[in-house]
């Protein structure tokens, strides 16, 4: 629980007390809350099936990988990955 910051470690004790949790249990626990907030987003947004069809639609027609991040607010990123400046011409291409 010192991995935590402090505002933490007395929320992961109370859970750790109340649930009689074990040593192990304790160490993923913390795991789980030194997860940040962002890394969560990005689950979440990841697991979402709307967003991995629409993924897999883009890159489909672009013939590229193609990664959606969401961010809160509605805001987010498309991110779109070549391995040569060739296969970047045929995105333009596809973009124009």
Excluded: C, F, W
């Excluded at 709307?50 to 897999?56: A, I, S, Y």
């Excluded at 990664?67 to 509605?74: F, M, P, S």
């Amino acid at each position: 629980m010192l991995a935590l910051p402090k505002n933490l470690q007395l929320e992961a004790a109370q859970h750790v007390v109340k649930g009689g949790l074990s040593a192990r249990a304790t160490e993923s626990l913390v795991r789980r809350m030194l997860v940040s907030p962002a890394d969560k987003v990005k689950k979440a947004a990841a697991s979402d099936p709307n967003v991995q069809r629409l993924e897999r639609q883009l890159s489909e027609k672009l013939g590229a990988a193609v990664a959606i991040r969401q961010r809160k607010g509605g805001k987010g990123t498309v991110e779109i990955s070549y391995a040569s400046l060739d296969q970047l011409d045929g995105i333009l291409a596809h973009i124009k």
